[in-house]
T-cell receptor
Framework: GAGVSQSPSNKVTEKGKDVELRCDPISGHTALYWYRQSLGQGLEFLIY????????KSGLPSDRFSAERTGGSVSTLTIQRTQQEDSAVYLC????????????????FGAGTRLSVL | DAKTTQPTSMDCAEGRAANLPCNHSTISGNEYVYWYRQIHSQGPQYIIHGLKNNETNEMASLIITEDRKSSTLILPHATLRDTAVYYC?????????FGTGTRLQVFP
């Protein structure tokens, strides 16, 4: 079946421009996560959506970053006034949450969007 | 901060078992141990998870010590395609906190 889909796969932008990154989770998955991975580093949590609950935005690095999830499915991560330090791979994941003990952290990841800010 | 400690890198011969250790001495009673891996230029892939008992699936086995302060991921017959960074994660919340993982290199 279809996995988590992210677009674009690569994005090159100029410093100061806004960018939007899209994530299509696995159908039926109620939880959606955004992470970013800088070159040679581990993954950094950004934001988490679960059903109709208020999102957990505790990982967003600045107010230039925002995300929304429309209709409980597709999510868009927006970075305003991009800076060079925003260059990274942005990864989206989804999970079923209700799949039993410990299952909520079985997350399925997309291939990511590689963002380069010049 | 990640709650786990893993070796930075390991090597394994193709066809042999790869045993990847993880220390999580501050684990609490309701925290699960999760293992993910990330093959170059791909998103992380879930492997296995457990709470107290040892677990096995089609990909790997997870051995958790009785005091739950450490665990070992076992790939019984490593192949070249198992070359990846392996992450051990301890959590009971909704966010996975990834450390730097173990870079496993499987060689012919």
């Amino acid at each position: 079946g279809a996995g988590v889909s992210q677009s674009p796969s690569n994005k090159v932008t100029e410093k100061g421009k806004d960018v939007e990154l899209r994530c299509d989770p696995i159908s039926g998955h109620t939880a959606l996560y955004w992470y970013r991975q800088s070159l040679g580093q581990g993954l950094e949590f950004l934001i988490y959506f679960q059903g109709n609950s208020a999102p957990d935005k505790s990982g967003l690095p600045s107010d230039r970053f925002s995300a929304e999830r429309t209709g409980g499915s597709v999510s868009t991560l927006t970075i305003q006034r991009t800076q060079q330090e925003d260059s990274a791979v942005y990864l989206c994941a989804s999970s079923l949450v209700s799949g039993g003990a410990g299952a909520k952290n079985i997350q399925y990841f997309g291939a990511g969007t590689r963002l380069s800010v010049l | 901060d990640a709650k786990t400690t893993q070796p930075t890198s390991m090597d394994c011969a193709e066809g042999r078992a790869a045993n990847l250790p993880c220390n999580h001495s501050t684990i609490s009673g309701n925290e699960y141990v999760y293992w993910y891996r990330q093959i170059h230029s791909q998103g992380p892939q879930y492997i296995i998870h457990g709470l107290k008992n040892n677990e096995t699936n089609e990909m790997a086995s997870l051995i958790i010590t009785e005091d739950r302060k450490s665990s070992t991921l076992i790939l019984p017959h490593a192949t070249l395609r198992d070359t990846a960074v392996y992450y051990c994660i301890v959590d009971n919340t909704d966010k996975l906190i990834f450390g730097t993982g173990t870079r496993l290199q499987v060689f012919p």
